[in-house]
């Protein structure tokens, strides 16, 4: 049912004449649907009864080599709240086992999509078509939902490879498939006080550092930025294990100080959501560094206005903000179980390069390797 959905929804698209944004009238972009990119509060609350957000995120591919981290420092750990902690997987197609897709999304994660090649060059990214970023980004939302057998409509995020921006094209996939937001647009100037999520119903005040960023109207897609972190030598870098400077990473007490310093630039000032982005390689290749995450969770998961969510977790509370005691006496959340009936497929030969692939699904085995153009594997 779902792919009847999806192939009458192709051919209902139709490129849109885009109007270029203009400066943001605070009196018309009005919560829940439009925001102005802005440091302020949503709702105008005060930084003392503001939930302090932590986000996170691991980019690329799940596997049983890096599903081992994800059990060690997230499974069975808690909020101050006593609701469970929540991740947020950016997955690309390539060498990804969906059964673990499958085992994060029903602990509670959010799986979130990241392109079905990862493609080199960058400047790929940059340059994609409609055509193009729908193949790799809108094909991928059904095919993760299909292979993992996770709720399509669970399905929110994006993020670009390399966090290479590609203009107002993506947005508009975005928009035309039913995704919220994105999370690939590094904001390195708005750091002292960080940019909250907003919407490109308006022009962006957003620092542009890896172009083409989007300059249309684009109403109701949300912007969640990847708010920088500040390194030893007083330069941003936006993924952890991306900075040029930084502290010994066999020290685990001065990764820890790194990780905070970072933090309490949110915690003291406006509240910002504060991400912790990173690859999962770094962090199983620097014992040091891994202990220093978990010391820190440790840290905020006793604090009563810290919370660590999920992105789409964060837009959610944007549009409809609450004070800290109204957060806190919610319900958690709660999410509909999957089963995963479990296939084993492969070897399977891509037609793109011609390698042999297994594929771990929670579904029948395809006739041929998934792909670009063919992201089910059908003959």
Known sequence: MKLVFYAALLTAVLAKELQLATECDPEACKLPDCRCSSTSIPGGLEPRNTPQFVTLTFDDGVNVINVETYREVLYNRVNSNNCPVRATFYVSHEYTNYQLVNELYNRGHEIALHSISHRTPPSFWAAATYDEIKEEIADQKVQIAHFANIPFEEVKGVRLPFLQM?????????????????????????????????????????????????????????????????????????????????????????????????????????????GFFVHEWYISAYPAVKTALVRF??????????????????????????????????????????????????????????????????????????????PFGLN
């Not at 928009?175 to 999370?183: A, N, R």
């Not at 837009?315 to 084993?344: H, L």
């Open 166 to 274: 590609n203009g107002n094209t993506s947005f508009q996939v975005m928009s035309d498939f039913g995704l919220t937001y994105d999370c690939t647009w590094p904001a390195s100037a708005q750091t002292q006080r960080g940019l909250w999520p907003y919407t490109l119903d308006y022009a962006s005040t957003q620092d542009c550092t890896i172009p083409p960023c989007p300059t249309a109207s684009l109403p109701g897609s949300w912007v969640v930025p990847m708010i920088a972190w500040t390194d030893p030598n007083g330069f941003p870098c936006v993924m952890v294990d991306a900075c040029t400077s930084f502290p010994d990473r066999e020290d685990p007490d001065a990764w820890f100080r790194f990780i905070v310093t970072n933090f309490e630039r949110h915690y003291l000032a406006n509240r910002a959501p504060f």
């Open 297 to 374: 969770m440790d840290m905020i998961n006793t604090l009563p206005d810290v919370f660590m969510v999920s992105s789409s977790d964060v837009v959610e509370w944007v549009r409809n903000p609450i004070p800290i005691a109204e957060y806190r006496s919610r319900s958690c959340k709660t999410f509909r179980q999957t089963a995963c009936p479990a296939s084993s497929c492969g070897p399977l030969v891509a037609e793109h390069n011609q390698l042999s692939y297994w594929l771990q699904l929670c579904n029948r085995c395809p006739a041929k390797y998934p792909w670009v153009g063919n």
